[in-house]
């Protein structure tokens, strides 16, 4: 009898080392003269346990992990294809307490099925959002999505029912939907998830959101850096079309919606939207004034929704469940779920998708573990490089857009990146002025010249050349460009460099912070 | 001078530019077809590429020096990115960087003497929780130690010296 085996193809797991463990499972089980059936999954988003192989047994799929090649003929040994107990052994996945705790909405399939099974998906609930929308006219499609609640999710947390409304009443019979998968924060990889690990979901939402506004054309603009994510939305786009379920005609519905995977080329700055649309129409990333909005005047001067990747792969549930099954999670106006990351010094790292309101602390403690390197945390950054540090004393703090904003920080994409007490916070905040200058796309001044102005000027700090005086500078600086600036890369890189010298000043060699001396 | 090669490489990136033009948005895909075909965006293309889209060459150069992914010369045979964002920063991605300069003779944004390595900077890789990460030309590696480092960088050295070996028998 064939036996299951389950070994993910998430970069992740393959930067650990997983397909050297897929063959060599299969080498091993030739050997012994066992049939397996090894199917490439999704990651589950245990990545401390990454390469997680898993076997599909009688009571259900138990997981072993981290795998390693040499680990495998011990796992046989120890008869693991029937669930058999060795020192790698988690028992059944389900049951990972890190897994147990959680909400997955969006990430519902996540690690469960193959990524490129059209079966495995519509076994799963995919497809359902879709066919539900397909006998709704736009209207009834957006008002599902606009009672949902569901805010964009890249970071500006605009409600996505409202940007769908403009573009379903802009005039004109050309319309695009551009699904922003230009995932650049540090510390963030939900979207990359997503288009490794469950592809027709984006793909489901993106046509959603077309025949929703009366779109027949759609973008997926991925960053360079994510080449597995290209190639599996690309085999995932051709699989969809051949179905059926992309083209000219959907389902026999006559209604038509094609896809496009366009690659961005390492600029950071493409993540903001017009910066976005301006690169897929083959210019610089340069960001361009609003208005008019995109959902007026958006890619090629048409009307179009842009939305980040969660935003779109939320769609299908919505629809396929209803708004009031996702608008009854979260918490104030934060409605639905967070598939937060938990990223850099961290025991537990990986991906935990819960409703609006837990905890960074829950967050941290109860499914980070706290430190990779075991010492003790001393700040968190969330929101990527243009969201704030928080001290510890932020911990208790529930994870809402508006909890966050009240404090001038943002929960961006849901990305949080753990530091120790090693971390030096003058450093951190240099780096926020170098990315920006590296990053800027050189539109406006204050983000332009502002930045490389900011790295002078904490680099005397660091060197010790009157930081009272300086500090006081570099504040001043960033007000300047808090209000100065077209767009986030630089109206937003003043969140870390400030949060740094208000939680921090002793590592700016100022012993209170200069606003109060 | 016109070595075959040279002529060869034209004839790719006209084929490249001819069936990538009617496209909308068509520069971007188009470089970066040619970058993947043979390696960078030679300067020489670029009145063509400017030609068939009826654009100006400043526009174009100004496209291709945009954005960094782009390289305007030949890389290393093996290109070494270290990521160098916050995420693996808080693992020591820091001084994995200075170690790789080390190792390799070279800074970033270098090639080595020798043009086995290119050195690159990335932001961010999508490795967040399996820092610091790398990629060795396709291959993603997490958890990077100095010693892994060496052990990759190793690799690569062996399979030139495999290439070389198998050129000259």
Redesign the interface.
Known sequence: MSVTVFVPRDSSALAMGADDVARAIAREAAARGATVELVRNGSRGMFWLEPLVEVRTAAGRVAYGPVTPDDVAALFDAGFLAGGAHALALGPTGEIPFLKGQERLTFARMGITDPLSLNDYIAHEGYAGLTRALALDGAQIVREVTDSGLRGRGGAAFPTGIKWQTVLNAQSPTKYVVCNADEGDSGTFSDRMVMEGDPFMLIEGMTIAGLAVGAQHGYIYVRSEYPHAIAMLEAAIGIAHAAGWLGDDIRGSGRRFRLEVRKGAGAYVCGEETALLESIEGKRGVVRAKPPLPAIEGLFGQPTIINNVISLATVPLILARGAQFYRDYGMGRSRGTLPFQIAGNVRQGGLVEKAFGVTLRELLEDYGQGTRSGRAIRVVQVGGPLGAYLPVSRLDTPMDYEAFAAFGAVLGHGGIVVFDDTVDMAKQARYAMEFCAIESCGKCTPCRIGSTRGVEVIDKIIAGDQPVRHVKLVRDLCDTMLGGSLCAMGGMTPYPVLSALDGFPEDFGVAVPAKAA | MSSPTAEARRDRIAHIVATRRDM??????I??EIQDAVGYVPADALPEIARA?NLSRAEVH??VT?????RDSKPGRHVIQVCR???????GSEALAAHAERVLGCGFHETTADGEFTLEP??????????P?V?VG?Q????VTLQRFDALVKACADASQDRAAEVQA
């Open positions: 909308p948005g068509a520069l971007l895909p470089l970066h889209l100004g496209v945009f954005y960094h992914h782009f964002a916050e995420a693996c920063q808080s693992v990335v932001y961010c890789l999508g490795q967040c929780a399996c820092g990460a990629m396709e993603l590696v997490g958890r």
